[in-house]
């Protein structure tokens, strides 16, 4: 099955900039998600985006999805300390029972 | 408080020697699932299930055996551990049909050492 792959793997800004992290699958997605884990804890779901949706807003949060690509990008507008964390990119085909995690982005927001 | 709880959260054992990592929701979810999670690879779905006594494979399920008699309960079974098998493991839920399917809930994780 497929895995998304993240890019970049790991990504130091300072507080109050953007960050951008980008997923990239290889085959047909009926969805992707995004999720962010904090330090080796559980993952927490922050935001989704269906297959017939371009954009999607939630707070700071801005995901894009590009099917023909078959890439999304995750933005986080004003980035705070307390963003630092990984965030992963998570993406369902066909059924929905079997979910399959990109590799990654660990960010570093710096004060 | 709606949560997802594993146990034990750490654990160190040695090859061969069986042991159970527990899950629980007490969200009503349908769908559970597990997943490992090793540095460089993302998390990796191990078995989920859509329903009592209904499980199935993912997509790293050598080694690993769930049962879901309960619909709260989902237990993961290493039979046989070996070294390879040393991971951080979680166990996740869902509304599954019943409701909003995408969001999965996770629980703390459960950090596995095989000696």
């Known amino acids: 099955s497929q895995q998304g792959e993240e890019d970049p793997q790991a990504l130091s800004i300072q507080e109050g900039e953007n960050a951008t992290m980008n997923c990239s699958y290889k085959?047909?997605?009926?969805?992707l998600q995004w999720y962010r884990q904090n330090s080796g804890r559980g993952l927490v779901h922050l935001i989704l985006?269906?297959?017939?949706?371009r954009e999607k807003h939630s707070g700071r949060l801005r995901v894009t999805l590009d099917t023909s690509k078959k890439s999304s990008s995750l933005l986080i507008t004003a980035s705070r300390a307390a963003d630092t964390a990984s965030y992963f990119c998570?993406?369902?085909?066909?059924?929905?029972?079997?979910?399959?995690f990109g590799t990654g982005t660990k960010l570093q927001v710096i004060p | 408080e709606a949560q997802v709880t594993q146990n034990p959260r750490y654990l160190i054992t040695v090859t061969g020697k069986k042991l159970t990592v527990t899950c629980s929701q007490n969200?009503?979810?349908?769908?559970m699932s597990w997943y490992r999670q090793d540095p460089g690879l993302g998390l990796r779905q191990i078995y989920y299930?859509?329903?009592?006594?209904?499980?199935d494979k993912g997509d790293v399920p050598e080694g690993y055996k769930v049962s879901r008699k309960e619909k709260r309960n989902f237990p993961l079974i290493l039979e046989s551990p070996s070294p390879n098998q040393t991971s951080l493991y979680f166990c996740?839920?869902?509304?599954?049909?019943?409701?909003?399917?995408?969001?999965?809930?996770f629980g703390p994780g459960t950090r596995l050492l095989v000696l």
């Open positions: 996740a839920s869902s509304q599954g049909l019943a409701g909003d399917w995408e969001t999965q809930y």
């Open positions: 085959t047909s997605i009926n969805n």
């Open positions: 985006i269906r297959s017939n949706e």
């Open positions: 998570a993406m369902n085909a066909g059924g929905y029972q079997k979910v399959t």
């Open positions: 969200m009503n979810h349908e769908y």
């Open positions: 299930s859509m329903n009592v006594e209904v499980t």
